[in-house]
């Protein structure tokens, strides 16, 4: 749907990470403009990332969070 309406944007997230290193939450800390952008961002990142869990001074599998920034541009044509 962002597609067809010809969106495109930056989306700012917080993601809560498991002592398993999947994503627990995610947030919008900057919105795109675009409810549909900022919504597939978490969608896509709850899916499918998998990240090394934190470990705290022990070595021990802690819960961590993550912020990253996700550039979506329509594509060329």
């Given at each position: ?35 549909a952008?900022?919504?597939?961002t ?6 499918r ?29």
């Amino acid at each position: 749907s962002a597609i067809r309406a010809g969106e495109e944007g930056t989306v700012g997230v917080r993601l809560g990470l498991g002592a398993n290193g999947r994503v627990t939450s995610c947030e919008v800390t900057a919105s795109s403009g675009s409810s549909a952008l900022d919504l597939i961002t978490c969608r896509l990142y709850q899916k499918r990332a998998r990240f090394a869990p934190a470990r705290d001074t022990v070595g021990g599998a802690i819960a961590s969070s993550y912020n990253d920034r996700v550039i979506w541009r329509l594509p060329q044509q």
